[in-house]
């Protein structure tokens, strides 16, 4: 999946929040179209939405640490997430 990922800076991110088409969310870094997997979540799309268009990772793992997302969101997986300088360099 390496190979077609993409860079994708805060504000690139931001454009893919509750609402949009297709919903982004950063975790550790890395950024993944969870669009597919919202009607799967156990906790239900309102609460995965909380960590739409942004880095997610602290929402993440202060709610349940043990989750292999992953493992689970490895089709999902589209970029990672880097600061607008390096994007735009
Ligand atoms: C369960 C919130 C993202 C996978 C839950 C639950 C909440 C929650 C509140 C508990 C549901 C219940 O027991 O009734 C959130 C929030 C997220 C988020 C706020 C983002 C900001 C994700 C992602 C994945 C995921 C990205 C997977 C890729 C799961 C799984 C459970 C779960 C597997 C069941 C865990 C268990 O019972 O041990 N989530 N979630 N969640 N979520 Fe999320």
Redesign the pocket.
Known sequence: PFSHMIKVPPSLLAQHGRGADQVW?A?ENKV?N?SA?MPF????DK??????GRD?TK??MD??P??N?GQ??DQCLIGILVSEEEAAA
């Open positions: 969310m975790i993944y969870v997997y979540h156990p906790g239900g609460e995965l939405l909380r960590g739409a997610a929402i993440f709610t349940h043990w989750v997302y689970m969101l």
